[in-house]
């Protein structure tokens, strides 16, 4: 085969030692190196010595990070997938997965995953950290919900947020020892006063000493939790003044609010020349169909395993974007899930979505909606012909005439 990089080098990279192997013109040299930062310089040192231009490692875990960051100012570094560059069966050692990368990479058979620079992985962990943290405080509000059950109060069921401002004033109250139904519901505010007399019916229960504790306890975690997101979310919107107007756009898109909207651009950036259209970026993501036929048979066409972060984004867009009326998603969504299911429609309509991502960021436009009759007008015929059809069946004769 052609060789592409005389000069290359593959690294198999642990927890605790990397494993080099670099192939020259002169010949193939194997070193061992630890993954302290002081031998992670010697590395470089030493791939500077062998004259290599380009450096491949598999993508094991968070174990590739300190690597990458070490070489990626003087090098060609392609991170692969490791289910693209499995050696040989029945020859594994770390010396010969090493060897094997290198040939690899040497005849240019390797293909590079997305890396994005080092201020841009900071902004994604960042959004990452913001997104576990809101999760966890679900997790809490949930866990005070349970408490409240436990103690026979039932204010869910008449609050649609037991944390608001009503439900935090009446939870401040039961920690306090208010346990009078009556004065507890009095703390109600704004439009949820309208039900005091099913407030007072709901906290009636049986608040003893553990569940204050608890409640207390659950409070000042969900304070420390909204302390630190509003900490992240303003030191991500810091990090992303230069690209508001990347952000207004999104914001456009129907179920992408601002948040939604960062942590987008968190993942995949804003630079869509890396995709050659829109079509590589869904695969990307494996937010598209996967493609499995064999002799002439359609078999699973699972999406695979993608970025999750993404993914968990855009369908939470998606839930938001098919509770409008009179979009082209919403209508995409109903059209899909009476024969696929919601949750497969659900990904079609985020991949919808990222779609329209792609041009909105790649044409620096806002969002076109393509209507909720978007269907009906591209495949009338074939409607026209359905209705017709199913008139027919219960013994009608049919007649069309144009209005």
């Known amino acids: 085969m052609e060789v592409v990089y005389p000069n290359s080098c593959g690294l198999d990279v642990h927890k605790k030692t990397v494993m080099a192997c670099a192939i020259t013109p002169r010949g193939k040299e194997t070193r061992t190196f630890s993954t302290m930062t002081r ?109 409240l059950e436990g103690a026979n109060v039932k204010l869910s069921s008449v609050a649609t947020d037991v944390v608001g401002a009503s439900g935090r004033a009446i939870l401040e109250e039961m920690i306090a020892g208010v346990q009078d139904p009556k004065a507890l519901a009095e703390m109600a505010k704004a439009r949820l006063r309208n039900k005091r007399s099913s407030l007072e019916d709901a906290l009636n229960g049986l608040v003893g000493t553990t569940q204050r504790m608890l409640l207390a306890s659950l409070l000042r975690h969900l304070d420390f939790l909204d302390s630190e997101i509003t900490g992240l979310s303003d030191d991500i919107s810091r990090r992303m003044g230069h690209l508001e107007e990347a952000i207004q756009h999104l914001d456009t898109i129907p179920g992408v609010g601002r948040q939604t909207a960062e942590e987008i651009l968190a993942e995949i950036g804003p630079d869509m020349s890396r995709f050659p259209s829109a079509q590589h970026l869904a695969s990307w993501a494996r937010l598209c169909p996967g493609n499995n036929e064999s002799a002439g048979k359609h078999k699973s066409g699972s999406t695979g395993h993608g970025n999750r972060w993404l993914r968990s984004s855009l369908v939470q867009a998606s839930w938001g974007a098919v509770r409008a009326k009179h979009n082209y998603l919403a209508s995409t969504y109903h059209r899909i899930a009476p024969r696929r299911g919601s949750k497969r429609a659900i990904l079609a309509v985020g991949h919808c979505i990222l779609v329209g991502i792609y041009f909105v960021l790649s044409r620096n436009i806002i969002w076109q909606d393509l209507g909720e009759n978007y269907f009906d007008e591209h495949h009338h015929q074939r409607i026209l012909n359905r209705a017709v059809y199913r008139i027919q069946s219960l013994g009608y004769r049919v007649t069309l005439v144009p209005a």
């Open 39 to 147: 031998e992670l310089l010697e590395l470089k040192d030493w791939l500077r010595a062998h004259k290599v231009s380009h450096v491949a490692m598999e993508s094991t875990g968070v174990y590739w990070k300190p690597v990458y960051n070490l070489l990626e100012d003087e090098f060609t570094l392609l991170l692969g997938n490791a289910r693209h560059i499995k050696a040989v069966p029945g020859r594994k050692t770390d010396v010969k997965d090493a060897e094997w990368i290198a040939e690899l990479l040497r005849h240019g058979l390797i293909q590079g995953s997305y890396v994005q620079n080092r201020s841009q992985r900071e902004l994604r962990e960042l959004a990452r950290y913001r997104r576990t943290l809101i999760n966890q405080r679900s997790q809490v509000i949930n866990r005070i919900q349970k408490v």
